[in-house]
């Protein structure tokens, strides 16, 4: 069946500098992709999404590309800041309107 | 706009003790409704989905149910709480038609003693 793999954590960053966040899937159609993000003691907020291979989501100064041929869907910042701190999930959503979520990777940034 | 309500915020319950976890949206019509649990250190697991009133798909076997008795309210109920039920309830909705995107609520946190 569908799933999803994320990079576990915690990761641990100094201020400004550049994440990257690994997340691979398994699906047998064309998946959508996402990035949802998650503030402490909060519900989940879509970050990004790509529809199809090739497309870049970009929010916030995170992006992340649907790879159709490495199945990956990496998230990426250039330069992080403290109020990043969350967890981020990555998901995918097949044509049955079910969605996958990996386990999701904690993310501090210190000042 | 479309807003999602989830109450309560916080329950602490004992073991054996019955569970009501409400959650209505406002602003659309026809949603696809999700409840998730997530566990301590865990990932998001679906519990159950509706496309419909009365309609419940379960996903994981458990002593938790769902039930959907208006178009956009999703309830999810126990009648015997366990301590494996503690963790951070999550509902979600959907709009029917290709929009593809989860909007979650800003969950309910369950604490069984």
């Known amino acids: 069946g569908d799933s999803v793999t994320q990079m576990e954590g915690p990761v641990t960053l100094s201020e400004e500098a550049f994440l990257t966040i690994n997340c691979t899937y398994t699906a047998t159609g064309y998946p959508s992709l996402f990035w949802y993000v998650q503030y402490p003691g909060e519900g989940l907020q879509l970050l990004l999404k790509?529809?199809?291979?090739?497309d870049k989501g970009s929010n916030k100064g995170f992006e992340a590309t649907y790879r159709k041929e490495t199945t990956s869907f990496h998230l990426e910042k250039g330069s992080v800041q403290v109020s990043d701190s969350a967890v981020y999930f990555c998901?995918?959503?097949?044509?049955?309107?079910?969605?996958?979520f990996g386990t999701g990777t904690s993310l501090t940034v210190i000042p | 706009s479309q807003t999602i309500h989830q109450w309560p915020a916080t329950l602490v319950q004992p073991v054996g003790s019955p569970l009501s976890l409400e959650c209505t949206v406002e602003g659309t019509s026809n949603p696809n409704l999700y409840w998730y649990r997530q566990a301590a250190g865990r990932g998001l697991q679906l519990l159950f989905y509706s496309v419909g009133i009365g309609q419940i798909s379960s996903e994981v076997p458990q002593n938790l149910s769902a039930s959907r008795p208006q178009d956009r309210q999703f309830i999810l109920s126990s009648k015997k709480l366990l301590l494996s039920d503690s963790g951070f309830y999550l509902c979600?909705?959907?709009?029917?038609?290709?929009?593809?995107?989860?909007?979650f609520g800003a969950g309910s946190r369950l604490t069984v003693l």
């Open positions: 979600a909705w959907e709009l029917r038609r290709g929009a593809n995107v989860l909007t």
């Open positions: 998901a995918l959503s097949d044509t049955g309107n079910q969605f996958y």
């Open positions: 790509a529809t199809k291979a090739d």
